[in-house]
């Protein structure tokens, strides 16, 4: 069974620009997360859908959205870039609908680099 | 609030020793703990997981402790490789929304 696919690997971006990136999870999982991910702050988690619902949301700005399409495949937006939102964007997709049943299994990221 | 922390962000052994990453949390009613393993490159990889009612679970190679009196887990991995070198992170759920706590996590070197 194939894994959680990010596309793309690299993006460099400009301020002010807009990105989108992708993430296609593992099959029958219908759970996506987004996860940013800096060496200083850690993991930290942007936003989580089930069945196409934004179920929850983290402490980014409105700078940051993303959707879940009826196949589950999700998106996550930033618009306005800065140079803060340089980071790895990790996608991660669990089978269960809660975090106390299964783990997420997360993809190798979209490496942005904004300049 | 819920978190969970490391006790030591890099750890560095012996090829062939046995490893013990800790982790520290919270929240006195977490029932769900996971182990993560991230390469340099990659995303991070599920390892093995526990739940409350247990005190140790076994996977391959690895152990998973948990001492809920004092909040503490640790990660053993026994007979430590070169492929075992990557950063490693305890999480917890924070709501029942597939939303988890990331420790900060902690640096394995394996010396040959």
């Known amino acids: 069974k194939a894994g959680v696919t990010q596309t793309p690997r690299y993006l460099i971006k400009t301020r002010g620009q807009q990105v989108t990136l992708s993430c296609s999870p593992i099959?029958?999982?219908?759970?996506v997360s987004w996860y940013q991910q800096t060496p200083g702050q850690g993991l930290q988690f942007l936003f989580e859908?089930?069945?196409?619902?934004?179920?929850n949301k983290g402490n980014f700005p409105g700078r940051f959205s993303g959707r879940q399409f009826s196949n589950s495949r999700s998106e996550m937006n930033v618009s306005t870039l800065e140079l803060g939102d340089s980071a790895l964007y990790l996608c991660?997709?669990?089978?269960?609908?809660?975090?106390?049943?299964?783990?997420?299994?997360f993809g190798n990221g979209t490496r942005l680099t904004v300049t | 609030g819920e978190s969970v922390g490391l006790h030591l962000p890099t750890l560095s052994v012996q090829e062939g020793d046995n490893s013990i990453i800790n982790c520290a949390y919270s929240?006195?009613?977490?029932?769900?703990f996971i182990w993560y393993k991230q390469e340099s490159g990659k995303g991070p990889q599920f390892i093995i997981d526990?739940?409350?009612?247990?005190d140790k679970r076994q996977g391959q190679r690895v152990t998973v402790l948990l001492n809920k009196t004092v909040k503490h887990l640790s990660l053993q991995i026994a007979a430590t490789q070169p492929g075992d070198s990557a950063v490693y992170f305890c999480?917890?759920?924070?709501?029942?929304?597939?939303?988890?706590?990331f420790g900060t996590g902690t640096s394995l070197t394996v010396i040959p």
């Open positions: 991660a997709s669990s089978l269960a609908a809660s975090s106390y049943n299964s783990p997420l299994h």
């Open positions: 099959s029958g999982h219908r759970s």
């Open positions: 859908y089930f069945s196409e619902t934004q179920r």
């Open positions: 929240n006195s009613a977490s029932d769900y």
């Open positions: 526990i739940r409350s009612n247990m």
């Open positions: 999480a917890e759920p924070m709501n029942t929304g597939n939303q988890f706590y």
